[in-house]
């Protein structure tokens, strides 16, 4: 795991390797490498005359003597998983909980969404100054965009900066065929995540936050769109909330106001997908007559999932095949084939569309 950008404090980046040490013995589960690591932050405030705080990690360290706190970290998270909220019903978990190691660096973000990204991170690690200033750091989220665009991966890079567990909300269990219970599943999630810090993830956003003309048979949508209003107001916790939308039109108007900061995820510029497929073909050998530039502009309109299954795609054929390197044949054909994929995609959506519209028409 690289932290080059985030690094916790400038005073401290001198013990920057350390602290790297610390977080990848701590997600290996190592317990002795863990210790050792810490011992070595200890060793380097001490050498930075930062006694005080030597001194208080000491204590802390002598304290958890025989515990391993990477496994205490994960204790905690598996405890966790006992208190889990479930659904009355079937007695399913209404989150899944997990602790991410994606990088923030692994992705590929227009400098805007990058500025809109760090800036989270910025408030988030300076909210003991905001809250001095009677202000707080953006607790509300919501991404934006279309499929395939890193929203997902997104969070999980974010959870990781910010070393919060990712609680992703599981919409099967939460939507309820029982009049009221779905309201109800809603708020034994927001009561979890009260207690808790965690980075409270609403995938697919849209499946409850739909518009409140939204036809439904017993009105049922609006009322958990209101209730979801109410607790999304009323939530005030260290949790950092997020939603994700492919549908962002479907939304209900009076939602948007609520989130603290609203991102967009597009789909790559030009210069993006050229820095995605080099990165992707980092591992094998590029033919001298593949024009990434050029195949950069043919792909635009693609998501970066897309660019990533054709670039895989091109170089399972370059293994199975044995060819030594990518040709300019090898990547047209798996451009044709992420096409053809995309075009029986966008088929499916429309029938999809077709369905809806016409049920939407019938219970008019
Ligand atoms: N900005 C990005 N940089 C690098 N890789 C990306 C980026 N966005 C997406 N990917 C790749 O595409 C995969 C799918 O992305 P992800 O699931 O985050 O998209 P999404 O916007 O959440 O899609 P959906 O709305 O369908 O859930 C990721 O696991 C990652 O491998």
């Not at 079937?90 to 991410?100: D, G, R, T, V």
Request: aromatic content about 6%.
């Amino acid at each position: 795991m690289q932290l080059k950008r985030h690094a916790p404090h400038p005073t401290m980046s001198q013990s920057s390797e350390a602290i790297q040490k610390l977080l990848l013995a701590h997600f290996r589960g190592d317990e002795n490498g863990f210790r050792d690591a810490a011992w070595d932050v200890v060793r380097e405030e001490r050498r930075l005359n930062h006694s005080v705080f030597a001194n208080e990690l000491e204590k802390i360290l002598e304290r958890g003597n025989g515990q391993s706190p990477s496994k205490t970290f994960f204790a905690t998270l598996s405890t966790n998983n006992g208190n889990m909220p479930k659904d009355s019903d079937k007695n399913a978990n209404l989150i899944e909980l997990s602790q991410p190691v994606t990088d923030l660096d692994e992705l590929i973000l227009s400098p805007e969404l990058q500025r809109g990204v760090d800036r989270i991170i910025r408030e988030r690690r300076s909210s003991e100054l905001l809250r001095s200033h009677g202000m707080k750091p953006a607790s509300k989220l919501l991404f934006c965009g279309p499929p395939g665009c890193g929203k997902t991966v997104a969070a999980a890079a974010l959870a990781n900066a910010l070393y919060l567990p990712l609680a992703t909300v599981r919409f099967d269990a939460v939507v309820s065929s029982y009049l009221g219970e779905t309201a109800a599943n809603l708020r034994k999630v927001f009561d979890y995540a009260r207690v808790r810090p965690v980075l409270l993830f609403f995938d697919e956003f849209d499946a409850i936050g739909k518009e409140r003309t939204a036809m439904d048979e017993h009105g049922e949508l609006k009322r958990v769109v209101n209730s979801f209003l109410q607790m999304l107001d009323s939530f005030h916790s260290e949790t950092l909330t997020l939603a994700a939308t492919n549908h962002q039109g479907l939304i209900d108007p009076a939602l948007w106001r609520r989130f603290d900061d609203i991102l967009l995820f597009d789909k790559p510029s030009p210069d993006e997908i050229e820095t995605l497929l080099c990165r992707y073909f980092r591992q094998v050998t590029l033919s001298k007559s593949v024009r990434i530039k050029s195949i950069s502009k043919r792909l635009v309109g693609m998501s970066h999932a897309d660019i990533e299954r054709l670039a895989s795609d091109a170089i399972k054929d370059v293994v199975m095949n044995e060819r030594g390197q990518v040709t300019p044949s090898v990547l047209t054909s798996a451009i044709e084939r992420q096409e053809k994929r995309i075009g029986i995609t966008q088929m499916g959506d429309s029938a999809v569309e077709t369905t809806t519209a016409k049920r939407s028409r019938r219970s008019q």
